[in-house]
């Protein structure tokens, strides 16, 4: 049966990565009894990798009948029973700043607070602390859920920027709108010195777009302050990413990268139901790329940790529907949300919090009715 048939019938798909050779023979050897498809692929460039493809109840026959193979390969099944369990959990909760975010009850956004004079989308609109504070009162009363702030663009082709810069951009703006509204604040940034003074300025969350991996500091800062962590997946840096970015299995390769970063988080000491994952829409991914992760993005769910979406505006939805001014791509943006939410998406980073609270609504409905 292929694949696709299999997936119209509501069977998953778990992709493991790490294997051994004993383990990629045990899985060929055991998938056809489970009734599974999928089995062994191609090197990701990160490790051996595979697919098991089939419906809970075979899946878990998979892990059961390989957790009884010789203790060599006991960790694969036990693995194979974690993805599943991660998959098909719903109860996620994020207790951040003083409140509860019930990201399994329904789907929360997170509005984008840009304070830089050269980001894609808004460059310069909120550049000032006053017209950065109106606009999170704005996106408060339209019914975001977290504020994101961040003080340095990460498009493609962008220069690092100064630390001292960054921090006089966002701190007033971060203490400001924790003072003012109730919600959430989280810091879009990759360094741990500027994280640091955000968190102590008020922010509970760091969103890094390197999901830990440009400051080696970072996990120790986050798990100091006790704050929640959005892990992004970036291949290269704003730089370069966009220069030729080739992957042989791109969601393979995300997956491997996003389950080392959650390693690294935890190993810092910070607990498992404070950490967040992105995918990284746009950071070192072509048109192609975007697509496949979006129509893949439920393979995430096994990971077991709360999906973050950043589709907005972004470069290859303008792409798709020939549209170079980025305000203007908010109907491409609102496709992206509502098929994330139906894949398992828990929070939606956009630009436009008021439609994108109504698409969000609108999607819950129809899929969680068809959950109970």
């Not at 050897?29 to 498809?37: A, F």
């Not at 899946?59 to 194979?80: I, M, S, Y």
């Not at 299995?249 to 990268?257: N, S």
């Amino acid at each position: 049966m292929s694949p696709e048939r299999i997936s119209r019938l509501g069977a998953l798909t778990i992709r493991l990565t790490g294997l051994t050779d004993d383990e990629t023979a045990a899985l060929r050897r055991v998938l056809p009894l489970s009734g599974c498809s999928g089995g062994p692929g191609p090197p990701t460039g990160l490790s051996g990798a595979a697919a098991v493809i089939g419906t809970p109840s075979q899946v878990r026959w998979c892990a059961e009948r390989l957790a009884a193979e010789p203790v060599a390969l006991q960790r694969l099944g036990r693995r194979l029973q974690e993805h599943l369990t991660n998959f098909l959990r719903t109860d996620f909760r994020l207790s951040v700043a003083g409140r509860t975010l019930d990201l399994g009850g329904r789907t929360h956004i997170m509005g984008i607070l840009n304070v830089t004079p050269d980001s894609f989308s808004d460059g310069g609109q909120f550049g000032t602390t006053d017209r950065a504070v109106i606009h999170a009162r704005e996106m408060a009363r339209d019914g975001a859920d977290i504020i994101d702030i961040g003080g340095e663009s990460t498009r493609p082709g962008a220069a690092p920027l100064p630390e001292d810069e960054e921090l006089r951009r966002i701190i007033p703006v971060i203490k400001q709108v924790t003072a003012e509204t109730a919600l959430p604040v989280s810091v879009d940034t990759y360094k741990a010195p500027v994280a640091r003074k955000a968190l102590e300025a008020g922010a509970a969350i760091v969103n890094d777009i390197s999901g830990l991996r440009f400051s080696p500091d970072m996990a120790r800062v986050v798990a100091d302050h006790g704050a929640a962590v959005v892990l992004m997946h970036i291949k290269g840096t704003p730089r370069d990413m966009q220069q030729n970015p080739v992957y042989d299995d791109v969601v393979a390769e995300i997956l491997g990268y996003l389950e080392e970063s959650i390693g690294i988080a935890t190993a810092a000491g910070i607990p498992r139901d404070r950490i967040l994952i992105d995918p990284g829409i746009g950071f070192g991914k072509t048109v192609e790329h975007n697509l496949a992760i979006l129509a893949r993005l439920d393979e995430f769910r096994a990971l077991g940790c709360p999906i973050v979406l950043g589709t907005s505006r972004k470069r290859f939805i303008g792409t798709v529907l020939g549209i170079t001014e980025p305000r203007e791509r908010i109907e491409g943006t609102a496709a992206t949300v509502a098929l994330g939410i139906e894949r398992g998406a828990h929070v939606l980073r956009v630009h436009d919090v008021r439609p994108m609270v109504r698409v969000a609504r609108m999607t819950d409905a129809i899929v969680k009715s068809q959950r109970t």
